[in-house]
């Protein structure tokens, strides 16, 4: 397994996702909750905690064959010991962040995906990825997001519109027929899509952060098969100059209408066939 990745923050912010991977493990999570003027309970922030649940994961992706789901319960209960103390971990807002997590085990591949990165798989003699997404949030915040949308990203209103609509999902953040993060409950990791497949049949794999997978899923500059060749041939960071060349075409989100002008944008690629 050959992993290549790369992560770039939104001009001017903290990078909220973080990547990292192990000869055979990868994770990705990109961390949400917490926009400017709302209030989270948490003195860390957001780029702490995708970053200390992301490395108590690899720690333990490369340690342990427990299941996934297993592992990640237990690393959302790790995290909440450390700042339990001195932070409200009931508080509704309190930071949270998307998971992938690919691990080679034996002749298998495993995956599990909670939240809105996508996972993209490369599988031998299927003409089209297979595209791994959980879009619950997505679902229902197309109920929420039309005031936002009619506004010009770059202003003062789109900023609390944004807030409003943020705050405005937290009711339905981790109850059943709402979406599942990776945040305070432990049992968001049952929720989280899951599978295998045999590691001969899987050419390569792509994790990508939604500020990276907007390339494809927003802007509709690539196909899924358009991004894993990009990846494969010109390395993460192409991929992410392409989102943020998009990004800058369009800053006031007239063309393509978005809660974040620039979003952090991390793309992670596993080549299963790569000979060294
Ligand atoms: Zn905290």
Redesign the pocket.
């Known amino acids: 397994m050959r992993v290549t990745f790369a992560t770039q923050a939104a001009p001017g912010r903290a990078n909220e996702d973080f990547v990292a991977a192990t000869p055979d493990a990868a994770v990705l999570l990109d961390g949400a909750g917490t926009p400017p003027g709302s209030d989270s309970?948490?003195?860390?922030?957001v780029a702490?905690?995708s970053h200390t649940l992301g490395s108590t994961l690899i720690a333990s992706i490369s340690q342990s064959a427990a299941p996934l789901p297993e592992l990640l319960a237990e690393a959302i209960k790790t995290v909440n010991s450390?700042?339990e103390g001195?932070?409200d971990l009931t508080h509704p807002g309190?930071?949270s962040a998307t998971v992938i997590m690919l691990r080679r085990r034996n002749d298998l591949i495993e995956w599990l995906v909670l939240a809105d990165s996508v996972l993209v798989l490369d599988v031998i003699g299927d003409p089209e990825p297979t595209v791994i997404c959980d879009d619950r949030e997505a679902q229902l915040g197309a109920r929420y997001r039309a005031e936002m949308d009619a506004l010009d990203s770059g202003s003062h209103a789109h900023v609390s519109a944004h807030r409003r609509y943020v705050e405005a999902l937290r009711s339905h953040r981790n109850r059943d027929g709402g979406f599942w993060v990776a945040a305070t409950d432990p049992l968001a990791a049952d929720q989280a899509l899951t599978g295998t497949m045999p590691a001969d049949r899987v050419r390569a794999a792509a994790l990508l952060s939604d500020g990276a997978s907007r390339l494809v899923d927003r802007f509709h500059l690539a196909t899924w098969r358009e991004a894993l060749d990009t990846l494969d041939q010109h390395g993460p960071q192409d991929l992410i100059t392409r989102v943020r060349a998009a990004e800058h075409s369009d800053p006031h989100g007239e063309r393509w209408p978005r809660g974040k002008t620039h979003d952090d944008a991390t793309a992670a690629h596993v080549s299963f066939t790569a000979t060294e």
Do not use: L
């Not at 309970?41 to 922030?45: I, L, R």
């Open positions: 309970g948490c003195s860390h922030g702490w905690y450390i700042h001195t932070c309190s930071p």
